[in-house]
T-cell receptor, first 110, second 114 residues
Framework: SQQGEEDPQALSIQEGENATMNCSYKTSINNLQWYRQNSGRGLVHLILIRSNEREKHSGRLRVTLDTSKKSSSLLITASRAADTASYFCATDTGRRALTFGSGTRLQVQP | NAGVTQTPKFQVLKTGQSMTLQCAQDMNHEYMSWYRQDPGMGLRLIHYSVGAGITDQGEVPNGYNVSRSTTEDFPLRLLSAAPSQTSVYFC?????????????FGPGTRLLVL
């Protein structure tokens, strides 16, 4: 089973709205990362949050991490049509490899 | 920098054929890895390498071989292609050997095995 599981699997919103997606994981982590994948393309790194951090911002992105609940959330504020993509969380458990979740498909309607 | 490059972009194979997916990076990264992505699923790790001459298995290594003779290149070999290996393959690299920092992904190779 996946270490990271995103929720929801799919999300459709209007341009200008905020998008929130969640990630739950099972074992302790060193860090958690979020990636974006546009259709037919490779993954692009968005943000990394370490296990001793609780919140991190990058532009319109806000990531939170709750290690007691083994969960993270990614908030995209003031969404744009160009934010339409799949978003994946990935966890570093110290095993020399990231473990990816199955992703959230975000559709931003113009 | 070109980043992580992969060739070919598309490939069609017949069952039983072999082929090599190429991956190269020009960022002097020690860590490189191969993932496969199937519809509706996340990425699953096939093999990884923490430096030249060092490789290890990931979650789904069966049917694949890798080698790392140089820092730059990390080819993935399909020994005898099977329809179950139809997938999109991504190569990635990272500066760090130990904890996994930002990974840089290639554009992917779409493989269809008939």
């Amino acid at each position: 089973s996946q270490q990271g599981e995103e929720d929801p699997q799919a999300l459709s919103i209007q341009e200008g709205e905020n998008a929130t997606m969640n990630c739950s994981y099972k074992t302790s982590i060193n860090n958690l990362q979020w990636y974006r994948q546009n259709s037919g393309r490779g993954l692009v790194h968005l943000i990394l949050i370490r296990s001793n951090e609780r919140e991190k911002h990058s532009g319109r992105l806000r990531v939170t991490l709750d290690t007691s609940k083994k969960s993270s959330s990614l908030l995209i504020t003031a969404s744009r049509a160009a934010d339409t993509a799949s978003y994946f969380c990935a966890t570093d458990t110290g095993r020399r490899a990231l473990t990816f979740g199955s992703g959230t498909r975000l559709q931003v309607q113009p | 920098n070109a980043g992580v490059t992969q060739t070919p972009k598309f490939q069609v194979l017949k069952t039983g054929q072999s082929m090599t997916l190429q991956c190269a990076q020009d960022m002097n990264h020690e860590y490189m890895s191969w993932y496969r992505q199937d519809p509706g699923m996340g990425l699953r790790l096939i093999h990884y390498s923490v430096g030249a001459g060092i490789t290890d298995q990931g979650e789904v290594p069966n049917g694949y071989n890798v080698s790392r003779s140089t820092t730059e290149d990390f080819p993935l070999r399909l020994l005898s292609a099977a329809p179950s290996q139809t997938s999109v393959y991504f190569c990635a690299s990272s500066y760090s050997q130990e904890s996994q920092e930002t990974q840089y992904f290639g554009p992917g190779t779409r493989l269809l095995v008939l």
